[in-house]
């Protein structure tokens, strides 16, 4: 566990906890890690939420598939983000979305019941522990109304945009890359491959935004 301390002193969960007891209170939580390779679902639609996840190296991504296979992507979770904590704290029977990752990754899983449940030996920052998933459950739900505020737009071009936009904001530059590819983007926004790719072309002639591959600059006057 120790060679994961770094990026685990960046995840909000651990948040004001010393090195040290971030080590103790892991093996006080029975954390244990897993390798996801390229594609392989780490949590299936459908299951019982159980597990708090942390991306300690990799990527990984929240996904929905709808009836006819129409593929969703919720979220991009990046190391030392956290996934599952919504659904494993309301115990859901039935998990309404699926996580996979996005490339080979080493994941950390928790008990949820281990976290909420304060130990017999009483850990000392476990409080604190606590403290930091609501602030976690906070910050993602206020990420989920960004989203709807992204998707909910009329246009092709108003999504693009609006999420572009708010991208800028999260870096604090006009310039920066997004963790999806043109698919993945066009999933994330819930619009076709080939209506976005001919948009964001239109946009490129409009003198809105540079881009290529996944580096984006929105122009000055834009902003």
């Not at 969703?72 to 990752?101: D, H, Q, R, Y």
Request: net charge neutral; charged share 30%; with cysteine.
């Amino acid at each position: 566990m120790r060679r994961f301390i770094g990026i685990l002193k960046k995840c909000i969960l651990f948040k004001g906890i010393e090195e040290d007891e971030i080590l103790s209170m892991l093996s006080c939580l029975d954390a244990r890690v897993v390798d996801a390779r390229k594609g392989e679902y780490i949590f299936s639609e459908g299951e019982a939420a159980k597990y708090v996840g942390i991306v300690l190296t990799g990527e990984a991504q929240i996904v929905r598939n709808d009836f006819f296979g129409n593929r969703t992507i919720v979220a991009a979770i990046m190391p030392g983000e956290l996934f599952g904590e919504s659904f494993a704290c309301a115990e859901v029977e039935e998990l309404p979305v699926s996580v996979a990752a996005s490339e080979n990754s080493e994941i950390m899983l928790i008990d949820c019941k281990r976290i909420i449940t304060t130990c017999s030996s009483s850990c000392r920052f476990h409080n604190m522990i606590i403290h930091n998933l609501l602030q976690v459950l906070a910050t993602k739900n206020l990420a989920f109304n960004k989203k709807i505020e992204i998707t909910s737009k009329r246009t092709t071009r108003d999504k693009l945009m609006t999420y572009l936009l708010s991208q800028a904001k999260i870096h604090g530059s006009s310039s920066f890359e997004i963790p999806f590819d043109r698919q993945e983007l066009a999933d994330y926004l819930g619009v076709e491959r080939s209506a976005m790719s001919k948009e964001i072309s239109r946009m490129k002639d409009d003198g809105l935004i540079e881009c290529e591959r996944s580096w984006f600059k929105v122009k000055g006057d834009v902003i």
